[in-house]
Structures are given as C-alpha cells and as structure tokens.
C-alpha cells in the first residue's frame, strides 16, 4: 500500500476519517505497508495514538527519535511533525488512533479549560506510553478496547466517544504540571517548516528550488537548510526528492501510466533521474516495484 499526503490550505495534511461527521479513526498496519518500511513525515491537528502490537518502531517527532517496543505506545500531540520507521526494515504491526480536538470541543468551557491547555501545551509535544506505568498502561488498554469494537454496531460512535473523553481524561490529569507552567510562544521554527513542507508537498510536481522553499519560509537558504536537519534529519531538497519518490509509488501501483509518466507527473523531468534516485531510495527499479504489486495482487 503506497499512502499519499494531501493537504488543506494551511498545509497541514488531510485525514481521512472513518466518517466525515466524526473526525476520528481507528485502524490497523504494517511497517511494510510503507515503502522502505518509512512513513512520510507530516503534521496535523489531530492528536495521533500509536500502539505497538508486535515487533519494534523508531518514531520521528520533531527531529527527536524514540524506539517504541512491543505493548508500548506514543501520544503525538496536534502540530507537530512526525513519522514511523524501521531503519533496519523490520516488520511492525500497529494500531494507530487519530483524534481532532473538535471532537472534545462541543462544549466551549471543555475546550478552553481541557482540550486546549493539552494540545497547545508546547511542553508537551508526544508521551512515550509505557505499560509499567498504571495510567499509560490503562490508556493503551483503551484504545485496545475501541479497536475491537464493532464498528457496524449502532452505538459504536458512543462508545468510541467515551472512549475518547477517558483518554483525554488521563493526559489532562496524569500531565498537570506541565499544563499548569507558564505557556511559551510556539516555536517559530515549527510554524515555518509547517509552511515549507506544506509547500513542497502541495506543489511537488513544479520545479521546487532550495530558493523557493527559503522564501516561503521567509528565511535564507542556510537557515532553511538547519530547521529541516534540526527536525527531519534531512535537507530541503532530499525531502523533495523522497516525496516525489512517495508519491510515484502510488501511481505505479495504482495505476497503469507508463513510468516516463509517471515520472514527470511525479515532478522528476527526467525518466533516468527518476530511476536513479528511485533505486537509491527503494532499492529496485520502478518497473521492478510495478510486477512485484501486479503479482502480490
């Protein structure tokens, strides 16, 4: 499965929910669902939930790494980029719970007092859920509980939706002291990324410059090449490439457009360029990536 980034105005990425009247969704994967055995890097509102069901993850966030063990978890908080990944290309297996504040946000006092304190909380970037610990322990086991739920079922939205109230109930009350120190001003690097990446993944297909990125960022080139390395672990133009390389997979494996195609309509306007850097990043040619899915299928 090659999964594909879209995203809103504000670049940040659009979710795909179970339905679009409740912005949450609950589902199942594997690291080697993604190419290389590597997510895109990406942000959202959203708060994500990542449980670990077998195997081991390294998770991105903001440039900070964690390895994520089996029965162990991490809470993403909204804003902030991430990803998945096994460097060794080890398999995975995962359930993953995406959240929208709005969905806790009915109630302007429950915003204002609960749900924003913890999503703008810039001390509080992602937990590491760790099942020693009674009150992460139990918050894994909730999700657990909302992934076996018959989502056919007539009151599956309710029970999800008490589900959701509990795990907010356990960050608010088990983080309070780092609710309650003094709000810092978001990190300006992070509103910058949010708008480079955002304009390279929604103009991916254009001719992209290491100028053009900077001055959407509104900064020069060696600053923008920092705040990509300080947070991505990587550099403008590599990003570039890997999500142009991203985003042919899907058309290879989803499609039947010739790979010259595929490759200018993938931004790369060259078809041996293309194979050059696909082979480096996955290891095959496109064209031998295109009759393992045809066979997988």
């Known amino acids: 499965m090659a999964m594909q980034v879209n995203v809103k105005q504000d670049f940040s990425e659009v979710m795909d929910y179970m339905i679009p009247q409740y912005p949450v969704y609950i589902r199942s994967a594997f690291l080697s669902q993604y190419h290389n055995y590597t997510a895109v890097s990406h942000w959202h509102e959203d708060v994500e939930i990542i449980y670990v069901l ?6 991105d966030v903001n440039g900070e790494n964690i390895t994520l063990y089996e029965n162990e978890g991490i809470v993403v908080n909204s804003r902030n980029f991430h990803f998945g990944y096994s460097d060794k290309k080890e398999e995975c297996g995962f359930i993953c719970f995406i959240i ?8 302007p006092y429950i915003r204002e ?3 924003r304190p913890f999503t703008e909380c810039q001390a509080i970037p992602f937990l590491h859920l760790r099942p020693d610990k009674k009150w992460q322990n139990e918050l894994l086991e909730v999700l657990w509980t909302v992934f076996h739920l018959d989502q ?3 009151e599956f939205y309710l029970l999800c939706q008490e589900a959701v109230f509990r795990i907010f109930t356990l960050l608010y009350t088990n983080n309070m ?3 309650s120190e003094k709000s810092e001003k978001a990190d300006i690097s992070l509103i910058q990324l949010r708008k480079m990446v955002g304009y390279i993944q929604k103009h991916y297909q254009d001719s992209i410059m290491l100028d053009d990125i900077a001055k959407i960022g509104e900064m020069g080139k060696t ?3 920092n705040i990509f390395k300080k947070y991505m672990n990587t550099s403008p133009i590599d990003y570039v490439i890997t999500y142009r390389l991203a985003q042919s997979t899907v058309l290879l494996t989803e499609t039947r457009l010739p790979i010259t195609e595929i490759a200018y309509g993938s931004g790369f ?3 041996s360029y293309y194979t050059k850097y696909f082979r480096k990043q996955y290891g095959k040619t496109p064209g031998q990536m295109r ?3 045809l066979k997988q299928g």
């Open 269 to 271: 306007h060259n078809a």
């Open 100 to 107: 929208h504040p709005s969905v806790l946000s009915g109630n």
């Open 152 to 154: 056919d079922a007539p």
């Open 113 to 115: 007092r609960y749900v």
């Open 54 to 59: 077998s195997g081991t993850m390294q998770y």
């Open 177 to 179: 002291e780092l609710l």
């Open 291 to 293: 009759k393992e899915y």
């Open 223 to 225: 600053a923008c090449c």
